[in-house]
């Protein structure tokens, strides 16, 4: 059966969990085309509060007047002060979310989901595969592992993005670069020529990465069909479906498991994922529609 | 001779090659090296080997008016560049350019092909080699072409 | 139940117990007729009670029909259930003021109101008892459904016939109230006269009944009343063979099946909104033209829509195909997965109220049917 979930994280819910706090922006900053972080703080009039998550929960966030949307927690879980989201301007919320500036006010409410099995990675090799915006919800996830490094094998990241421009956090992936705990390859699916790294999809990165397949956990994140092909590729290199973890994404209105739209089969995003464990998913991403 | 079959034999694309073959293959093959930005070849040009990368990378790229060459893939070490040399006309569809100091063996294609027609045995080792490359590449490329990260039109 | 515990009400009784409800403030709900179909509404006497109505049901078929007598609830269920009232349509949940300072975010407060429905169907108590388990036995309690329904007072009705698309006793709800209610009467027409057969099951029910006259049931009264229910059941219109449905519904999600019905299916979204365990809802946020003032507001939607499962650039679900299947497969299978039980009551509603007459219990049988070959 699938394993516990993360223990829980205490959220800032008022009485009535559909009542958003309010949020100012701290900081805007522009990743990639279209794509956007925001810094975000709550005050509740007594000094900024911390406010505690675990990696790969999101918070539901509100455009007054416009309207809410998921989005990932993209931060540092050790840094509970700030909270940071990175958002894909596609629609119109997150086109208005992308808008706002410093000193915005935005609604907030959660943190909610369960996250990555950081306990579980414990003592095991850590295979991190993310494609395109999905590595903004893993992102909290290697910032616990490098924080608490020593408890872990080996950290490999595998990271594939559209082209060059579109990699995220690239000072980021620089630093952590210069580690010598680290393993990263980053590919994109096509460059100029200037670009001197990889090109190709990222599940060609997962069979020649270093990791003990026997005593590996993995931590995939990224459009369905990419993560579709890193799990096999995955499988393929001795990983079994419960070594396996992915992040989920489905239409949310309210994030409790009330609204009924983020439905998967017989579990809810929102609140039984948006992380899963393979095993409990395997059939249903083998259907179409569902 | 012997240091050469020892290096082909030592590469993933004939691991487990059999001896008799391996010598066959051997006559057509040679060390060859490139510097950093150098061409293995253009497109257009006559197919006429393919590589076996020992160390070093090669980006594969394709030039459109107005966009400059595009890289569509990059190769490393223990890999092998180029398959239009199996099929007619025998003529590239990319250019391929080191990314890096490149050590590898080039095997003639002629020389192979006419070997394999001599020897189907010998042929069909080869395409069973050849094959299954061609077909991991197929499916990368098919995940590439959905260009699943962008954002939607 | 014991029968020195029974009790027998007048019509007359009835009357006087919806008065002392409406003097202890409830607001009083239950059956009318309106727009040619019997809906709740509020009602102030018995009056406005459906009497001498009757229902006659089928798949995309609903009439009524004259009685010969004078029964006030000789009918079975029409396209209102009670979540209507403890899971609104439509619900402000906040509102937001902007000034100079910032926003400041205020919860609606729900009204202060007690309910007292009449007329509750043993379906529909399993119905609610559904919802009681969706919205306030989770991680998170829905405090609108809590504030309607903690202090809601349920007189049920044993139902005197079943209509033409019932199978609750397929789906074992019915057709006997056996828990969730305060009164539970069984209106009997007979050597009595018109009378009603009263079960009282909580303090608060005993409390209220208290202040109305009635006398005790005689044994005779309590076999009749025992009757009427027996007779229901059957007579019912449909039936479901419903203790394997999680399995058989989970192990065909390629059933062709599936692509037959999407051919007849509007995807109209009539069955979720008449279904009484149906919940989905969506949320729309709105502010006047000066963005002073913005709100947020749930209402009732449905897995129908086209959009209900859209994510960027898409649907997951873009067919009628999906969607019938997901609301089925919901419906009888993982609901049980999800809150233990089957989210079908057996009330019929969404055969009735299909414009195109899908019926879920022949949809089973043709699926399991399908595996006999």
Same mark, same amino acid.
């Given at each position: 059966?699938?394993?516990?979930?993360?223990?829980?994280?205490?959220?800032?819910?008022?009485?009535?969990?559909?009542?958003?706090?309010?949020?100012?922006?701290?900081?805007?900053?522009?990743?990639?085309?279209?794509?956007?972080?925001?810094?975000?703080?709550?005050?509740?009039?007594?000094?900024?509060?911390?406010?505690?998550?675990?990696?790969?929960?999101?918070?539901?966030?509100?455009?007054?007047?416009?309207?809410?949307?998921?989005?990932?927690?993209?931060?540092?879980p050790t840094k509970p002060g700030c909270l940071v989201h990175t958002v894909?301007?596609?629609?119109?919320?997150?086109?208005?979310?992308?808008?706002?500036?410093?000193?915005?006010?935005?609604?907030?409410?959660?943190?909610?989901?369960?996250?990555?099995?950081?306990?579980?990675?414990?003592g095991r090799d850590v295979v991190i595969v993310a494609g395109g915006l999905?590595?903004?919800?893993?992102?909290?996830?290697?910032?616990?592992?490098?924080?608490?490094?020593?408890?872990?094998?080996?950290?490999?990241?595998?990271?594939?993005?559209?082209?060059?421009?579109?990699?995220?956090?690239?000072?980021?992936?620089?630093?952590?670069?210069?580690?010598?705990?680290?393993?990263?390859?980053?590919?994109?699916?096509?460059?100029?020529?200037?670009?001197?790294?990889?090109?190709?999809?990222?599940?060609?990165?997962?069979?020649?990465?270093?990791?003990?397949?026997?005593?590996?956990?993995?931590?995939?994140?990224?459009?369905?069909?990419?993560?579709?092909?890193?799990?096999?590729?995955?499988?393929?290199?001795?990983?079994?479906?419960?070594?396996?973890?992915?992040?989920?994404?489905?239409?949310?209105?309210?994030?409790?498991?009330?609204?009924?739209?983020?439905?998967?089969?017989?579990?809810?995003?929102?609140?039984?994922?948006?992380?899963?464990?393979?095993?409990?998913?395997?059939?249903?991403?083998?259907?179409?529609?569902? | 001779?012997?240091? @050469?079959?020892?290096?082909?034999?030592?590469?993933?694309? +004939?691991?487990? !090659?059999? /001896? #008799?073959?391996?010598?066959? =293959?051997?006559?057509?093959?040679?060390?060859?090296?490139?510097?950093?930005?150098?061409?293995?070849?253009?497109?257009?040009?006559?197919?006429?080997?393919?590589?076996?990368?020992?160390?070093?990378?090669?980006?594969?790229? @394709?030039?459109?008016?107005?966009?400059?060459?595009?890289? +569509?893939?990059? !190769?490393? /070490? #223990?890999?092998?560049?180029? =398959?239009?040399?199996?099929?007619?006309?025998?003529?590239?569809?990319?250019?391929?350019?080191?990314?890096?100091?490149?050590?590898?063996?080039?095997?003639?294609?002629?020389?192979?092909?006419?070997?394999?027609?001599?020897?189907?045995?010998?042929?069909?080792?080869?395409?069973?080699? +050849?094959?299954?490359?061609?077909?991991?590449?197929?499916?990368?490329?098919?995940?590439?072409?959905?260009?699943?990260?962008?954002?939607?039109? | 139940?014991?029968?020195?515990?029974?009790?027998?009400?007048?019509?007359?009784?009835?009357?006087?117990?919806?008065?002392?409800?409406?003097?202890?403030?409830?607001?009083?709900?239950?059956?009318?007729?309106?727009?040619?179909?019997?809906?709740?509404?509020?009602?102030?006497?018995?009056?406005?009670?459906?009497?001498?109505?009757?229902?006659?049901?089928?798949?995309?078929?609903?009439?009524?029909?004259?009685?010969?007598?004078?029964?006030?609830?000789?009918?079975?269920?029409?396209?209102?259930?009670?979540?209507?009232?403890?899971?609104?349509?439509?619900?402000?949940?906040?509102?937001?003021?902007?000034?100079?300072?910032?926003?400041?975010?205020?919860?609606?407060?729900?009204?202060?109101?007690?309910?007292?429905?009449?007329?509750?169907?043993?379906?529909?108590?399993?119905?609610?008892?559904?919802?009681?388990?969706?919205?306030?036995?989770?991680?998170?309690?829905?405090?609108?459904?809590?504030?309607?329904?903690?202090?809601?007072?349920?007189?049920?009705?044993?139902?005197?016939?079943?209509?033409?698309?019932?199978?609750?006793?397929?789906?074992?709800t019915g057709p006997k109230a056996k828990a969730g209610f305060d009164l539970?009467?069984?209106?009997?027409?007979?050597?009595?006269?018109?009378?009603?057969?009263?079960?009282?099951?909580?303090?608060?029910?005993?409390?209220?009944?208290?202040?109305?006259?009635?006398?005790?049931?005689?044994?005779?009264?309590?076999?009749?009343?025992?009757?009427?229910?027996?007779?229901?059941?059957?007579?019912?219109?449909?039936?479901?063979?419903?203790?394997?449905?999680?399995?058989?519904?989970?192990?065909?999600?390629?059933?062709?099946?599936?692509?037959?019905?999407?051919?007849?299916?509007?995807?109209?979204?009539?069955?979720?909104?008449?279904?009484?365990?149906?919940?989905?809802?969506?949320?729309?946020?709105?502010?006047?033209?000066?963005?002073?003032?913005?709100?947020?507001?749930?209402?009732?939607?449905?897995?129908?829509?086209?959009?209900?499962?859209?994510?960027?650039?898409?649907?997951?679900?873009?067919?009628?195909?999906?969607?019938?299947?997901?609301?089925?497969?919901?419906?009888?299978?993982?609901?049980?997965?999800?809150?233990?039980?089957?989210?079908?009551?057996?009330?019929?509603?969404?055969?009735?109220?299909?414009?195109?007459?899908?019926?879920?219990?022949?949809?089973?049988?043709?699926?399991?049917?399908?595996?006999?070959?």
């Amino acid at each position: 059966m699938a394993p516990p979930p993360e223990p829980p994280v205490p959220g800032r819910f008022p009485p009535d969990p559909m009542v958003p706090c309010v949020a100012r922006v701290r900081r805007r900053r522009r990743d990639a085309p279209q794509v956007w972080t925001l810094d975000l703080e709550v005050d509740d009039g007594d000094g900024t509060k911390n406010f505690p998550f675990a990696p790969g929960q999101f918070n539901m966030l509100t455009v007054f007047g416009v309207g809410e949307v998921p989005i990932s927690l993209s931060g540092d879980p050790t840094k509970p002060g700030c909270l940071v989201h990175t958002v894909r301007a596609v629609g119109a919320v997150s086109n208005a979310l992308a808008r706002l500036g410093p000193g915005d006010p935005v609604g907030l409410r959660g943190p909610f989901g369960a996250g990555w099995p950081m306990a579980e990675a414990a003592g095991r090799d850590v295979v991190i595969v993310a494609g395109g915006l999905g590595l903004a919800p893993l992102r909290p996830a290697l910032y616990q592992l490098l924080a608490g490094r020593a408890r872990y094998g080996k950290i490999v990241l595998l990271y594939g993005a559209r082209s060059p421009d579109d990699i995220l956090f690239r000072r980021e992936i620089e630093s952590w670069r210069r580690r010598l705990d680290i393993e990263i390859e980053v590919t994109v699916d096509h460059a100029s020529s200037v670009w001197h790294g990889h090109v190709g999809v990222v599940t060609t990165l997962i069979s020649r990465a270093d990791f003990h397949p026997l005593h590996a956990i993995a931590l995939v994140c990224g459009p369905e069909v990419m993560m579709r092909f890193a799990i096999t590729a995955l499988r393929h290199s001795g990983l079994g479906d419960q070594s396996i973890y992915l992040s989920m994404e489905r239409n949310m209105k309210c994030a409790i498991g009330f609204c009924g739209h983020c439905q998967f089969g017989p579990v809810f995003v929102c609140r039984d994922g948006p992380v899963f464990r393979h095993d409990r998913v395997q059939s249903l991403l083998a259907l179409k529609e569902i | 001779m012997e240091g @050469l079959e020892r290096i082909v034999k030592e590469h993933p694309f +004939f691991a487990g !090659l059999e /001896e #008799g073959f391996l010598n066959l =293959v051997c006559g057509c093959a040679k060390n060859v090296r490139f510097e950093a930005g150098q061409y293995l070849f253009r497109e257009g040009e006559p197919a006429d080997q393919f590589y076996l990368i020992r160390h070093g990378r090669i980006a594969l790229e @394709l030039t459109a008016p107005g966009r400059g060459a595009i890289i +569509f893939q990059t !190769l490393t /070490e #223990g890999e092998i560049v180029g =398959v239009s040399w199996v099929i007619p006309p025998y003529r590239w569809t990319y250019d391929a350019r080191a990314l890096d100091l490149l050590r590898a063996i080039a095997i003639d294609a002629a020389c192979l092909r006419q070997k394999c027609e001599a020897d189907h045995d010998l042929g069909y080792e080869m395409m069973k080699r +050849f094959l299954p490359i061609l077909v991991q590449r197929l499916q990368a490329t098919r995940l590439q072409i959905l260009d699943v990260y962008g954002a939607p039109a | 139940m014991d029968t020195a515990q029974q009790a027998v009400l007048t019509i007359d009784g009835l009357q006087i117990l919806l008065d002392a409800l409406r003097q202890r403030g409830y607001r009083v709900v239950g059956p009318t007729v309106r727009d040619q179909a019997i809906v709740y509404d509020d009602i102030a006497s018995i009056d406005d009670l459906p009497r001498g109505w009757t229902d006659e049901q089928d798949g995309g078929h609903y009439r009524l029909i004259g009685r010969d007598d004078e029964e006030l609830f000789g009918y079975a269920v029409g396209p209102h259930s009670w979540k209507k009232y403890l899971h609104p349509p439509l619900l402000r949940l906040w509102s937001a003021e902007h000034d100079g300072q910032g926003v400041r975010v205020v919860a609606e407060p729900d009204p202060d109101e007690r309910f007292a429905f009449i007329g509750v169907r043993s379906c529909e108590l399993h119905a609610i008892a559904i919802q009681d388990k969706v919205f306030l036995s989770g991680d998170h309690v829905d405090p609108h459904y809590r504030a309607r329904r903690q202090d809601a007072f349920i007189i049920a009705v044993n139902c005197g016939q079943a209509a033409g698309t019932c199978f609750c006793v397929s789906m074992n709800t019915g057709p006997k109230a056996k828990a969730g209610f305060d009164l539970a009467l069984t209106e009997v027409v007979g050597d009595s006269g018109h009378i009603f057969v009263v079960e009282a099951a909580t303090d608060v029910g005993r409390a209220v009944f208290a202040e109305v006259p009635h006398r005790l049931a005689t044994q005779d009264e309590v076999a009749a009343a025992e009757s009427v229910v027996t007779q229901t059941a059957a007579s019912m219109g449909r039936e479901m063979h419903s203790d394997d449905v999680h399995e058989l519904l989970l192990r065909n999600l390629e059933n062709p099946r599936w692509n037959d019905v999407a051919q007849r299916c509007l995807t109209c979204a009539n069955c979720t909104m008449v279904c009484p365990t149906c919940f989905c809802t969506s949320v729309e946020d709105s502010s006047d033209l000066a963005r002073a003032e913005s709100s947020r507001s749930r209402r009732w939607d449905s897995c129908f829509t086209m959009d209900f499962s859209y994510i960027h650039g898409g649907s997951v679900r873009a067919s009628s195909h999906s969607r019938y299947r997901q609301w089925m497969t919901h419906k009888l299978a993982t609901w049980f997965d999800q809150f233990g039980t089957s989210g079908c009551v057996g009330c019929g509603r969404c055969i009735t109220w299909c414009p195109v007459g899908i019926d879920i219990t022949e949809e089973v049988r043709a699926i399991r049917d399908s595996e006999q070959h």
